[in-house]
C-alpha cells in the first residue's frame, strides 16, 4: 500500500480540469477549497479563511492564479493560512501574472492588445492586471485582480509569511515558485521544483 499525501487545492476551479502537474500520481489525495460554490469544492471559501482545516494537515497546498484576486493586505493572512495548514515538512505550489514582464507592453501602448491565447479566450496585458473582463463582465466580480506582483514582491511576502525558503521563477507571463516551512538542500528544491513547476 503507497503513502497517500494530501494537497489543498485552493480556488480550485471546476472538477473536471486536467491534472496539475506533480499532484497527478495516484499517491496524492486533492481537496478542493473555492468561493464559488458552483464547483463544488470541498471546502467553501475565501484564501483567507481555511479555518475548516486543522493545522500541520496537508503536505502540500497548490494556488494557481488565486493570490492576485485578493487586496494586497490580506496577501500575508492568506500565506500564513496556507503556512499554517502545511506539515512541517509541507510545500507551497504557487503561481500568479508577472507584472514585471508586461511593462515592456505597456511602454508601447499596447494595453489592450492580446499577447496571449487561453481557453478562456484573448488575454491582453490590461486582462493580467486587473483581471478577465470576460468573466467579470459576466458577474464573477471575485475574478477581479486586487493586487500584483513581480517575482522579488512575492518572494518578500512568502518569507514575511514564515516560509523558510522560495525557490522558482518566470515562466512565459506567470510568476512559479514553491515555499518550503523548513530549510532544505538546493538539490531537493532542484527536485521538487522539476516535478511542480513548468
Not at 71 to 85: G, M, Q, S, T
Not at 131 to 144: N, V
Not at 147 to 173: A, C, D, H, P, W
Not at 185 to 198: F, K, N, R
Request: charged letters at 25%; hydrophobic letters at 40%.
Amino acid at each position: 500500500m503507497k503513502f497517500e499525501k494530501k494537497f489543498l487545492h485552493v480556488g480550485c476551479g471546476p472538477k473536471n480540469q486536467k491534472n496539475l502537474k506533480g499532484f497527478d500520481i495516484d499517491n496524492w489525495i486533492e481537496y478542493r477549497l473555492d468561493i464559488d460554490i458552483t464547483h463544488n469544492p470541498d471546502i467553501l471559501g475565501s484564501i483567507t479563511d481555511i479555518s475548516e482545516l486543522e493545522s500541520n494537515a496537508m503536505d502540500a497546498v497548490y494556488s494557481a492564479h488565486n493570490i492576485e484576486h485578493i487586496f494586497a493586505h490580506e496577501v500575508k493572512v492568506a500565506l500564513k493560512e496556507f503556512y499554517r495548514v502545511l506539515k512541517e515538512d509541507g510545500y507551497l505550489v504557487i503561481t500568479c501574472p508577472d507584472l514585471q514582464i508586461l511593462g515592456e507592453n505597456i511602454a508601447n501602448d499596447k494595453l489592450n492588445d492580446p499577447i496571449f491565447n487561453s481557453k478562456s479566450g484573448p488575454i491582453s496585458p490590461l486582462d493580467i492586471i486587473y483581471g478577465h473582463r470576460g468573466y467579470i463582465a459576466q458577474g464573477q466580480i471575485y475574478m477581479a485582480h486586487k493586487t500584483g506582483f513581480t517575482y522579488r514582491t512575492l518572494s518578500e511576502v512568502i518569507f514575511k509569511s514564515g516560509f523558510q525558503m522560495v525557490y522558482g521563477g518566470r515562466f512565459n507571463y506567470d510568476l512559479w515558485l514553491i515555499a518550503f516551512k523548513k530549510e532544505l538542500e538546493e538539490s531537493d528544491m532542484q527536485y521538487l521544483a522539476s516535478i511542480h513547476l513548468p
